[in-house]
């Protein structure tokens, strides 16, 4: 069992910057690939990013490709999300999530789910 917890969201303006940062607890952490998803009010829930075990290999959406960057740290238990050059269409709750079994880009398929945390940008 994985226990996740986001922090970093607010409120920030069109062409800011953001870092998502989600802490995992328990040791079995960097055996899961991980991935960020996010949910804009009235839309369904999106992948966003994800990245390996070991972070070698990561995926984004093409919404988002060139302006976030995902990556992890194993030895702290945390993946994290880098947003950069921000718009309005970013807006949503984002999720982190672990996934047991094998890495599969762009999948929706996560076993574990953190609260979410809030993410508005202001145009």
């Known amino acids: 069992q994985v226990q996740l917890v986001e922090s970093g969201g607010g409120l920030v303006q069109a062409g800011g910057s953001l870092r998502l940062s989600c802490a995992a607890s328990?040791?079995?952490?960097?055996?899961?690939?991980m991935g960020w998803f996010r949910q804009a009010p009235g839309k369904e829930r999106e992948f966003v990013a994800a990245?390996?075990?070991?972070?070698?290999?990561?995926n984004y959406a093409d919404s988002v490709k060139g302006r976030f960057t995902i990556s992890r740290d194993n030895a702290k238990n945390t993946v994290n999300l880098q947003m950069n050059s921000l718009k309005p269409e970013d807006t949503g709750v984002y999720y982190c999530?672990?996934?047991?079994?094998?890495?599969?880009?762009?999948?929706?398929?996560?076993?574990?789910w953190g609260q979410g945390t809030q993410v508005t940008v202001s145009s």
């Open positions: 999530a672990g996934r047991r079994g094998d890495y599969e880009p762009g999948t929706m398929k996560y076993d574990y």
């Open positions: 328990g040791r079995t952490f960097s055996s899961y690939p």
């Open positions: 990245i390996s075990r070991r972070g070698f290999i990561t």
